[in-house]
T-cell receptor
Framework: DVKVTQSSRYLVKRTGEKVFLECVQD?????MFWYRQDPGLGLRLIYFSYDVKMKEKGDIPEGYSVSREKKERFSLILESASTNQTSMYLC?????????????FGAGSRLTVL | AQTVTQSQPEMSVQEAETVTLSCTYDTSESDYYLFWYKQPPSRQMILVIR??????QNATENRFSVNFQKAAKSFSLKISDSQLGDAAMYFCAYRSGLDSSNTGKLIFGQGTTLQVKP
């Protein structure tokens, strides 16, 4: 089975800190995604990457950046964390963008910004 | 732009009974995919079932089935013989079938929390 591993399940950071959320998948998937999950809002796409060093903005990219230097790793960066970025962050991957390929999700990283 | 709406924030069902979770979507496309994902408490999200819009037959996976009404843009999930392990948040999701839609991102609904009572 494909495994998507998020490095931290829980993080507590202070306003203004730089935050790195790491995601690694072990099945050579081309596509990787970062979603944010908030109550009543469902999942909203922050950024996605369809190949190494390729990235595109999702629906809510403001305040975030990403890095994909290697195929298996997709990092989400909060340059200067703010309290409104307190949320659950979900990483996902998929073999490629064709057909009905299914997303495989990581367990999530719950970030609290104080 | 496509949207997905789940109008039931919470639902409950008695163990062994049947429950239906609602989902509606809005799109002008004719080719797309629909999914139901399950997120158990403190555990990762997994796929429950998926439906290709071009298929008229409703998808079924064991106790899980969908009622896909393309004209009405409705995609409900029926869980039969509910079990305690079905308690989770369920998300409905839409994905365009057009190749030109970049990476085919998923658009999610707000989620429905299902409680299963013993």
């Amino acid at each position: 089975d494909v495994k998507v591993t998020q490095s931290s399940r829980y993080l507590v950071k202070r306003t203004g800190e730089k935050v790195f959320l790491e995601c690694v998948q072990d099945m050579d998937h081309e596509n990787m995604f970062w979603y944010r999950q908030d109550p009543g809002l469902g999942l909203r796409l922050i950024y996605f990457s369809y190949d190494v060093k390729m990235k595109e903005k999702g629906d809510i990219p403001e305040g975030y950046s990403v890095s994909r230097e290697k195929k298996e790793r997709f990092s989400l960066i909060l340059e200067s964390a703010s309290t409104n970025q307190t949320s659950m962050y979900l990483c996902a991957s998929r073999p490629d963008s064709s057909g009905a390929n299914v997303l495989t999700f990581g367990a999530g990283s719950r970030l609290t910004v104080l | 732009a496509q949207t997905v709406t789940q109008s039931q924030p919470e639902m409950s069902v008695q163990e062994a009974e049947t429950v239906t979770l609602s989902c509606t979507y809005d799109t002008s496309e004719s080719d797309y995919y629909l999914f139901w994902y399950k997120q158990p408490p403190s555990r990762q999200m997994i796929l429950v079932i998926r439906q290709e819009a071009y298929k008229q037959q409703n998808a079924t996976e064991n106790r899980f089935s969908v009622n896909f009404q393309k004209a009405a843009k409705s995609f409900s999930l029926k869980i039969s013989d509910s079990q305690l392990g079905d308690a989770a948040m369920y998300f409905c999701a839409y994905r365009s079938g057009l190749d030109s839609s970049n990476t085919g991102k998923l658009i999610f609904g707000q989620g429905t929390t299902l409680q299963v009572k013993p």
